[in-house]
């Protein structure tokens, strides 16, 4: 009788194989886990000795894929990214960034908007300081109807140039302010993820600001 030894296979190798190739095209190249994952690549899957890491890495890499179709259902229309200009805690941020939101939301929507539920609507992501760049948002802004780009820069400075700290302007908006249109979500999607592997920095927007 013919032998099939030539049919089998390593099935658990070859699961191993296809999670690595996965992890890899989602991690960014210039990560800790990349390079990781690059290891148990390079040490011919010898994953039974560091199954441990192994599954750390395939968590994380499953925590970044649900983010991404997160954002990406959500389907945002801008991007805006709000910096200070001088460093202060996560906590001063999310509170000064809250009257810089509800200001503008009052500016685009009235005064009423709070009572109307209308508002801007997406999520913010907190982004750590990395080298001189202070703590920040990223907010993905979504249904804004029929407010238009610079209808949105012309309320956003009004309304930075109003919230202080300490007596002072927090916020700069030529320096400080950015809002892009969405063109390339993919890409902005891969940028928020890169080092957001689980949703503790994701915070959603409502009528007062950052929940």
Do not use: A, W
């Amino acid at each position: 009788m013919e032998s099939n030894s030539r049919y089998n296979f390593d099935y658990n190798k070859v699961i191993d194989k296809i999670l690595i190739d996965l992890m890899l095209n989602t991690y960014d190249e210039r990560t800790n886990e990349y390079k990781m994952v690059e290891y148990l690549e390079d040490s011919n899957l010898d994953i039974g000795n560091n199954r441990d890491n192994f599954r750390c890495l395939l968590k994380k890499c499953q925590n970044k894929l649900i983010i991404q179709e997160f954002i990406r259902k959500l389907k945002p229309e801008y991007f805006i990214t709000i910096t200070t200009n001088r460093n202060i805690s996560k906590k001063q941020l999310k509170e000064k960034t809250n009257q810089f939101l509800q200001t503008t939301n009052r500016l685009l929507f009235g005064r009423k908007y709070f009572k109307r539920d209308k508002h801007l609507n997406g999520i913010g992501v907190l982004e750590s300081k990395n080298g001189r760049i202070h703590n920040h948002y990223h907010l993905l802004i979504n249904n804004l109807e029929n407010i238009d780009l610079d209808r949105l820069k012309t309320v956003m400075k009004k309304s930075s140039m109003k919230i202080k700290f300490n007596g002072y302007r927090i916020f700069n908006f030529d320096s400080g302010i950015d809002i892009k249109r969405i063109f390339d979500l993919s890409g902005i999607t891969h940028y928020l993820t890169k080092e957001n592997q689980d949703f503790s920095n994701i915070l959603l927007l409502n009528k007062g600001g950052l929940m």
